[in-house]
């Protein structure tokens, strides 16, 4: 069983679209995150969530609009996609606090040509 | 500020020791320690809390320095399965980890 699940796992597309990935856990934890893994391999917070409310958000272009319709589901939608968007996102869950191991769903990898 | 990790880069042979180091600016709560191998997700190796409380894997050790703002995590015995890129992630509290620049390890038979 999957505990941390992303869909999907590879987009490519054009600058100018608008895309969303979708991030689903069974773990039933109440806090999940969005980060950014760059080419240079820096894993950096975008966002994060406890039980549906938003706790977290780093200085992210407003192109980028997280959306939690549930505690077990944070999807990520982008507008206007541009080249420097370009990375993979990971999405990961843990139990609230900071003294908790997050569990990381498998990635999806975005190219924006 | 990004914590700052050394080596960069590290090479062993099967069964040698690995020590890799992190280190912030920040007066720190928690540092996380993550491995990633190539084309995986990052996958939790211990947490280390201010006032000493660990937890983590039983075959992984590291100790934290709350003064110093310093963690360092200990590699004995390698094995093949331990080569990946390690990251650390530090917190100050506010449950956003701020992960490091890094380590890169290669274990060779």
């Known amino acids: 069983d999957t505990a941390v699940s992303q869909t999907p796992k590879y987009l490519v597309t054009q600058m100018g679209n608008d895309k969303s990935i979708k991030c689903e856990q069974n773990?039933?934890?109440?806090?999940m995150y969005w980060y950014k893994q760059d080419s240079k391999k820096f894993l950096k917070i975008m966002f994060s969530?406890?039980?549906?409310?938003?706790?977290i958000n780093e200085t992210v272009p407003n192109r980028f609009s997280p959306k939690s319709p549930d505690k077990a589901h944070l999807n990520l939608h982008i507008n206007s996609l541009e080249l420097g968007d370009s990375a993979v996102y990971f999405c990961a869950s843990s139990l609230p606090g900071e003294g908790n191991e997050q569990y990381f769903g498998p990635g999806t990898r975005l190219t924006v040509t | 500020q990004q914590p700052v990790q050394s080596p960069q880069a590290v090479i062993l042979r099967e069964g040698e020791d690995a020590v890799i180091n992190c280190s912030s600016s920040k007066a720190l709560y928690s540092v996380h320690w993550y491995r990633q191998k190539h084309g995986e997700a990052p996958v939790f190796l211990m947490i280390?809390?201010?006032?000493?409380e660990q937890k983590g894997h039983d075959k992984i050790s590291a100790s934290f320095n709350e003064k110093k703002q310093q963690s360092s995590l200990y590699l004995t015995a390698s094995q093949l399965s331990y080569s990946g890129t390690y990251f650390c992630g530090t917190g100050t509290g506010f449950q956003k980890l701020v992960f490091g620049t890094g380590t890169r390890l290669l274990v060779s038979p």
């Open positions: 969530y406890n039980n549906k409310e938003l706790i």
């Open positions: 773990l039933g934890h109440d806090t």
């Open positions: 280390l809390l201010k006032g000493g």
